[in-house]
């Protein structure tokens, strides 16, 4: 038996531990439970990403949830009465809901594995992506190889899904402003004359350097949007029929709410880069975070606007809720511009993904004029976008089909994988329940893709089916 002697120069009676260490007198073995990566990483004060992240120009947490609310207020809210019209009132509700949870925890999610990817790699920011790979290299011996594969399906998805919604943005701006103007003139307008004139806006917006001076036009999407939708609710809640006239419960279509839903709803292109360029990246996680803030006010606004339109129209509810408002009168008219400039003042943060899956590939090859560079290559992938558009004016349902196949397997399938990976050397928690709550999103995932893409074939067979001549 040993005495320990401690700082103070005073001799103890050796302790049930210290009996089994050797007695030297510097008491350097010391029994410590295991700590996470990154409270071992700040205890030895080694790194600490969120303090030694570097931004030119960082956004605040009010800014970052400015962004979050117009990447998930799309286009895609109009078509929820019509997937209410799917499921019936009262199963809407609930399974809005469970869409949101499954939406915003994929994301959470993703942000989570990144965030201790950060300190395994010791990287301050990283894209979707960078953290696919980054799971996959320090995963497993068997997914190790996989690495390069998971980081090109998903900048490949990523590009053709947002360069895609660049192009199906030019046309819904175009095909609104179309309408307006053929109404009020009395003169038919080709589609693709204000396509082609939406260029050079398009251009000027795709300009801001960055997402932080891109805020403010975040903020005046939320505002055209939000003046739009009470417009709508203006026509919504005038002389609603009884609640008995309208489903409640039907389960026969609602494999298409979920994959309508679910479309509208996913912004996980975007997450990483608000991520990425937040000034206090830990405040995006959390009850209380950017995340579960900006999704709570989303989901509350798709079951009012679903409720209420299905409430009004019913069976004839259109697949765009703009689609059974009156023409002939001027509030209604007032919603397609509203939503036209909220559409063309989103396009900047779709177009933002684009542009950082590009331009991170080939910054290392322009370090002579990289601002230069920088700018014409925006200034290319906009007009490739417009030439799309005018070249096929029809290309929302294609872009439906690749929605329909990109956004399940990126915003479901893929951050259950990386997950999984990330948590295989700290195990998946009691029960292995990681395990089986990543089994059902998976599932959900599988039925997103496969009811999504079949719902967008038909609507291609519509938009190119031969229609018969008039007799």
Do not use: C, H, Y
């Given at each position: 038996m040993v005495n320990v002697v401690p700082d103070n120069g005073v001799k103890h009676a050796p302790q049930e531990m210290e009996q089994f260490l050797p007695g030297d007198g510097t008491n350097k073995y010391k029994i410590q439970p295991r700590k996470a990566d990154a409270e071992q990483a700040l205890a030895n004060n080694d790194f600490d990403p969120f303090a030694m992240r570097d931004n030119e120009h960082p956004?605040?947490?009010r800014e970052t949830l400015t962004h979050l609310l117009k990447a998930s207020l799309g286009t895609g809210i109009l078509g929820m009465p019509f997937a209410f019209m799917c499921s019936g009132l009262v199963m809407g509700i609930f399974a809005t809901i469970l869409t949101a949870f499954i939406c915003t925890h994929c994301s959470y999610v993703l942000v989570k594995c990144g965030h201790k990817l950060y300190y395994k790699t010791r990287?301050?920011?990283m894209t979707f992506a960078e953290i696919a790979e980054a799971a996959f290299q320090k995963g497993p011996k068997w997914c190790r190889p996989l690495a390069p594969v998971a980081k090109f399906s998903i900048l490949f998805g990523m590009f053709l899904t947002y360069f895609g919604t660049c192009s199906v943005y030019t046309v819904i701006?175009?095909?609104?402003?179309?309408?307006v103007v053929s109404h009020w003139t009395g003169t038919p307008v080709d589609a693709r004359v204000i396509i082609c004139i939406l260029l050079v806006p398009l251009i000027l917006i795709a300009w801001v350097p960055n997402l932080k001076y891109l805020a403010?036009?975040?903020?005046?999407?939320n505002v055209f949007m939000g003046l739009?939708?009470?417009?709508?609710?203006y026509y919504l809640v005038q002389e609603l029929p009884p609640i008995e006239q309208r489903s409640l419960f039907t389960l026969s279509t609602l494999p298409a709410f979920f994959s309508?839903?679910?479309?509208?709803m996913e912004a996980i292109g975007v997450v990483m880069p608000l991520e990425n360029n937040m000034k206090t990246p830990q405040n995006f996680l959390g009850i209380c975070g950017v995340l579960s803030k900006g999704m709570s006010g989303v989901t509350l606004i798709y079951i009012m606007l679903g409720f209420l339109g299905y409430m009004k129209y019913g069976n004839i509810t259109g697949e765009s809720i703009t689609l059974n408002l009156p023409t002939d009168e001027w509030p209604a008219q007032a919603?397609?511009?509203?939503i036209a400039l909220a559409v063309y003042c989103t396009f900047g943060l779709q177009f933002y993904v684009c542009l950082e899956i590009v331009w991170d590939g080939i910054k290392d090859r322009c370090t002579k004029r990289p601002i230069f560079v920088n700018y014409v290559l925006r200034t290319v992938l906009v007009t490739g976008a417009v030439v799309l558009a005018v070249s096929v004016p029809t290309i929302a349902p294609f872009m439906g089909l690749i929605g329909a196949f990109c956004f399940?397997?990126?915003g479901l399938i893929f951050p259950v994988i990386i997950e999984l990976i990330v948590h295989c050397d700290t195990g998946f928690g009691p029960g292995n329940w990681i395990v089986w709550k990543n089994i059902v999103i998976a599932i959900c995932g599988v039925c997103a893709l496969v009811f999504g893409s079949l719902s967008a074939i038909k609507d291609i067979m519509k938009v190119y089916a031969v229609k018969p001549e008039s007799q």
């Open positions: 956004t605040t947490d990287r301050t920011k701006v175009a095909k609104n402003f179309e309408q403010p036009v975040s903020m005046v999407a739009g939708l009470l417009l709508t609710f309508i839903t679910i479309f509208a919603v397609k511009i509203l399940s397997i990126l």
